[in-house]
Nanobody, 125 residues
Framework: QGQLVESGGGSVQAGGSLRLSCTPS????????MAWFRHAPGKEREGVAA???????DYTDSVKGRFTISKDHDKNTLYLQMSSLNPEDTAMYYC???????????????????WGQGTQVAVSS
């Protein structure tokens, strides 16, 4: 069955950048649809960015122009390049995957069956 393994989180100052990675480890399920979610204390889990196997992408409004989701299909690795980070981006970031997701549901957590353990991002002002 395997698992999704996130990495790349850390602590940065406002205005800084981070790149998150998500790699399936011994993962036997199809990952045609993958996404990044985040969960901050006291807030609901939020869909940040999603990508389909045809590279169609979707972003939540608050990260448009600052975050870029991409996927290396050869390595089957998902990335999230985050720039111009601000304290409101502080959260645990999770990778999610599934074999199919409706286009209208790409940023909804209930659309994905497979999740990683998360990587923490902390942005200080």
């Amino acid at each position: 069955q395997g698992q999704l393994v996130e990495s790349g989180g850390g602590s940065v100052q406002a205005g800084g950048s981070l790149r998150l990675s998500c790699t399936p480890s011994e993962f036997t399920y199809k990952t045609d649809y993958m996404a990044w979610f985040r969960h901050a204390p006291g807030k609901e889990r939020e869909g940040v960015a999603a990508i389909r196997s045809d590279d169609r992408k979707d972003y939540t409004d608050s990260v448009k122009g600052r975050f870029t989701i991409s996927k290396d299909h050869d390595k089957n690795t998902l990335y999230l390049q985050m720039s111009s980070l601000n304290p409101e981006d502080t959260a645990m970031y999770y990778c999610a995957a599934d074999s199919w997701v409706s286009n209208r549901e790409l940023l909804k957590s209930q659309s994905y069956r497979y999740w990683g353990q998360g990587t923490q991002v902390a942005v200080s002002s």
